[in-house]
Structure formats: structure tokens, C-alpha cells
């Protein structure tokens, strides 16, 4: 059986207010007249939390319309994704109820699907108006991708070493608590310092971070346990390892994304990352197409490869990908920037139901993009665990 990933407060807090500060700090960009759209207040606290069902749904495919965005550029080519000869069929008993694909979408609020095996697509499905050609929001799941870009940036010679303390490559915070601080910690999730990402407190440490830059908020913050022993969610240390990367690449996020794995790798559309004073958010809100998701699950599944050449640091992969820390919740463990399964499977998790499901020993990808009626869903979580089991079990049989 799958652990259930019991996040309470902390995942449910990961993108809502980098919604908020884009709104407060960037200004709302520029949205089509769409009535379908849901409502965006310039300048005050979102109403995102209290969009309905149906705006939720409007929402996450249009985030790009709504909040200040800019671009991941795509390539030239595309990276194919055949389709298998036959369709994966995945039926199980849950709740004293028989469960098929559609109605664990429609359980689950699940507007996106697709599964992989082996590199082809054995499931591909699509509800509540959102269709392969639109893209929907990523949430945390970005984390992931961020980690990604700091083992190119490693592999690249822009770090040095994992090991390096924060402020070499983020000078402007030597004389802090970040003194004591290095990459791999940012990493893990266990810097130490002092943070509450209550989404619910607009007093929170998380609501007040994006009324400013990603690095002045941080300056001061005490530490509470020494680096490396604690895990403790926190955005604000992502958006910390985006600012190192654009720092010692001298690029943005998007353009070092781009450049690295969106053009070479062949994703088939631009994916548009969110900004907060015009610099991407590392631990939030990439939008892409369902396909472009699981191309960079298959990218991640096969080694981080293109044609051959890695794209990270020797032994980054394997690294990032494995338990480095117990989160407390279960056996559900945590690396660098991915959750880890105790059997080998790992997953990038974003509120209100985004995923990357990785499960290398059976050649497996499964993603999903969904619409929770709350951003923290424990239900959510026992039907997607239920689902993965289900399509693992039925993998298994065609073996």
C-alpha cells in the first residue's frame, strides 16, 4: 500500500500567497474580458481561496491570464510520446465501491490524466472543460523542476558544490542566520529557520513574504534548530534556491529551464512560469500542457538524459530521488525537493491535486492536474494513493 502523504498545514499553504504577492508586489497582469474567468482583486489579498468548483477549474487552466507570467521557451522538435497498442484498464474496489478512471476523476476532481509506461501512453484522459491543448497551473510541483535546475547548474560549473553555504552564491544575505546554511539544506527542506506558511493567517510568515523581494524577508529570520536536523516545509527556501540559480547562472529561471531541458528535450508548447517583481517563483506555479508533464516525468524516469548526455551533476539524480530526511508524516520521506515512497517511487506534489508520479521499477510515470475543493485534501490523497496502487497492480499484470 501507498503512504498517504499527511501534510496537513504545510503543503496546503505552498502557492496561494506567491498568488497573493504577484497580485500585491507585480501587479495583476493584463486578463482577456472572459466572463468565465474567475475574479482578481489588484492590489488586496486574492479571492483564490474562495473561487468555487467551477472557477477553480477556469482558473488553473488560465493562470497565465490572470497573475504576471513569462515564458519557457519550447524547441524545435517534439519529444514523441507514442501511444501503446491497448489502453491500461485500472479497476479496484474502494469505499465499498467499484472504481474505474472516470470515476476517480470525477471523485478526486481530476481535470487531467495521463500514465505512462515504458514511454508510451497507456492512459490519456481529459474532463471539466480542460482539454491537451491547454495548460494548467503546477502549484509546488515546481519544487521539482527547480531541484533539476540546480543539478545543471552544478554539472554546468555555476555551483561548486552542494555543499556550499547559501550566502557564496546569494551574497546580499551574509551576517545572518543563513551563515549556517548550505545548498543541500535548502534542499532538504531543513534549513532551520523560523517559519509558519499558515495560508490561512494573513499575518503569517508566508502571507508577508511576497509583499517584498524573495531575499529581504529572510534577513533576519532566527533559526530554530540547526541545519540539517529539522524538517520544516518551506516555499520561502525554494524561492531562495531559484534566486541562487538566476545568481550564479546570471539567467532566469525560465531561460536556464528553457535552455537546459524545455527546448532540447522537446516539450511541445512554452510553459509561462509566474513572477513576483519580475523574477520567477522557484517553489511555485509553472503552467504546462498535461503532455509536457509527463515528458518531464519520462526525462526525469530515464536519468535526466538528452541523446545520451546528462543534463545534472553526476550522481544528482540518484541523490535527489532518495530519502534524506524523515518529514514526520508516516514513512513518507523527502529528498531533494521530491517526496520519497518507502518502495522507491517519488513524487513532485502540488495543492489542490498536482502530480508527478514517478515509479522507476516498473518503467512508470503517472501525472495529474486537478481542482481540490481545498488546497489540503486527506481524502484527495487516499484516492490518488488508491488510484496509483491500482495502476501499479495492473502494470504488474502485463508484465
Not at 476523476?105 to 481535470?111: A, D, G, P, Q
Not at 529528498?335 to 521530491?338: A, F, K, N, P, T
Given at each position: 500500500m501507498l503512504p498517504i502523504p499527511h501534510f496537513g498545514r504545510a503543503v496546503r499553504r505552498v502557492c496561494l500567497a506567491s498568488l497573493a504577492g504577484a497580485m500585491l508586489a507585480g501587479g495583476v497582469a493584463a486578463v482577456a474580458q472572459d466572463a468565465d474567468l474567475p475574479p482578481v482583486r489588484g492590489g488586496s489579498v486574492p479571492d483564490f481561496l474562495l473561487w468555487t468548483q467551477p472557477q477553480r477549474e477556469v482558473g488553473f487552466r488560465n493562470m497565465d491570464r490572470l497573475f504576471p507570467t513569462v515564458p519557457v521557451k519550447r524547441g524545435v522538435s517534439i519529444h514523441p510520446l507514442p501511444k501503446a497498442d491497448k489502453e491500461l484498464a485500472v479497476r479496484y474496489e474502494q469505499?465499498?465501491?467499484t472504481m474505474d478512471v472516470a470515476?476517480?476523476?470525477?471523485?478526486?476532481?481530476?481535470?487531467?490524466?495521463?500514465?505512462?509506461h515504458d514511454g508510451k501512453v497507456v492512459l490519456e484522459r481529459y474532463r471539466a472543460g480542460f482539454s491537451a491543448d491547454q495548460r494548467w497551473t503546477s502549484f509546488s510541483v515546481a519544487k521539482s523542476v527547480t531541484s533539476t535546475l540546480v543539478g545543471a547548474a552544478i554539472r554546468d560549473g555555476y555551483i561548486k558544490s552542494i555543499d556550499d553555504p547559501v550566502t557564496r552564491y546569494i551574497p546580499q544575505m551574509k551576517g545572518g542566520s543563513y551563515d549556517r546554511v548550505s545548498i543541500r539544506h535548502l534542499m532538504m527542506m531543513a534549513s532551520g529557520i523560523r517559519w509558519d506558511e499558515n495560508v490561512e493567517d494573513f499575518q503569517s510568515d508566508y502571507m508577508r513574504l511576497f509583499h517584498d523581494d524573495f531575499i529581504a524577508p529572510m534577513m533576519d529570520r532566527p533559526q530554530d534548530h540547526a541545519a540539517g536536523t529539522h524538517f520544516l516545509y518551506n516555499t520561502a527556501d525554494t524561492n531562495l534556491l531559484g534566486t541562487l540559480v538566476m545568481q550564479a547562472t546570471g539567467k532566469s529561471l525560465s531561460a536556464y529551464l528553457s535552455e537546459k531541458?524545455?527546448?532540447p528535450y522537446g516539450m511541445e508548447q512554452d510553459a509561462a512560469w509566474l513572477t513576483v517583481h519580475g523574477k520567477e517563483t522557484g517553489g511555485a506555479c509553472i503552467s504546462m500542457r498535461l503532455r509536457d508533464y509527463a515528458r518531464f516525468g519520462e526525462f526525469i524516469r530515464n536519468g535526466a538524459m538528452i541523446d545520451g548526455k546528462p543534463v545534472v551533476a553526476d550522481g544528482w539524480l540518484g541523490q535527489a530521488t532518495k530519502r534524506q530526511i524523515d518529514t514526520g508524516w508516516g514513512d513518507v520521506g523527502y529528498?531533494?525537493?521530491?517526496w520519497i515512497n518507502s518502495d522507491g517511487a517519488y513524487r513532485a506534489l502540488g495543492v489542490f491535486g498536482q502530480l508527478i508520479y514517478v515509479d522507476p521499477s516498473r518503467k512508470l510515470v503517472v501525472v495529474g492536474v486537478?481542482?481540490?475543493?481545498?488546497a489540503d485534501r486527506q481524502e484527495g490523497y487516499v484516492l490518488e494513493n488508491a488510484f496509483l496502487a491500482a495502476v501499479q497492480k495492473s502494470v504488474d499484470g502485463m508484465r
Open positions: 469505499f465499498g465501491q470515476r476517480y476523476m470525477e471523485k478526486n476532481h481530476v481535470s487531467g490524466l495521463m500514465v505512462l531541458i524545455w527546448a529528498g531533494y525537493q521530491w486537478a481542482a481540490w475543493e481545498h
